[in-house]
């Protein structure tokens, strides 16, 4: 980042402030809608007692970090992964441990250079039974192709990430 860029970001300190806490409010919105629209198709929590546990999987480590905020402000645990490889490593111990289990992964539809989309196959194979935990896709891209193809490989939202 240049000098220009750092003075503009510091000049508009305030509102930046108040775009990030209105873009906060939208997210926590739209995961509450995600999760209730889960909820509405019969999905089953990993955990019978303990706080809904997610995974939020993003490589952009300020997002990643507001999601959980949002998430954790809500009532639900999370873990965080800032990679492809960070989130599968996270599903092997979810899979192989049943104290760390996960009933929700919240991921960027583009992970660096990896489509998100290869995390539905690693929980398919992972859980082969479909007791995975549900994924609910969190992406800037939109494209009702990449939408409709997320949904037809089993996730159970597409949801469009707010502008700041």
């Not at 919240?106 to 992972?126: E, N, Q, Y």
Request: glycine share 6%; proline share 2%; charged share 20%.
């Amino acid at each position: 980042m240049h000098s220009g860029q750092r003075a503009g970001l510091l000049s508009n300190f305030v509102q930046l402030r108040l775009k990030q806490t209105k873009r906060h409010a939208r997210l926590e919105f739209l995961m509450y809608e995600s999760f209730s629209h889960a909820e509405d198709r019969e999905m089953t929590r990993r955990s019978q007692s303990g706080p809904i546990r997610v995974l939020v999987v993003d490589d952009v480590l300020d997002i990643l970090q507001e999601l959980c905020i949002a998430l954790e402000m809500m009532g639900f645990e999370t873990l965080s992964a800032s990679s492809y490889q960070e989130a599968q490593a996270l599903l092997d111990v979810a899979q192989c441990d049943k104290a760390a289990y996960l009933d929700v992964v919240v991921a960027d539809m583009r992970l660096g250079h990896v489509s998100g989309l290869l995390l539905l196959d690693d929980i398919k194979a992972l859980w082969p039974a479909g007791d995975g935990p549900a994924v609910v896709y969190l992406s800037g891209i939109y494209g009702e192709d990449v939408k409709q193809a997320a949904l037809a490989q089993g996730a159970v939202a597409y949801l469009t990430k707010p502008s700041s």
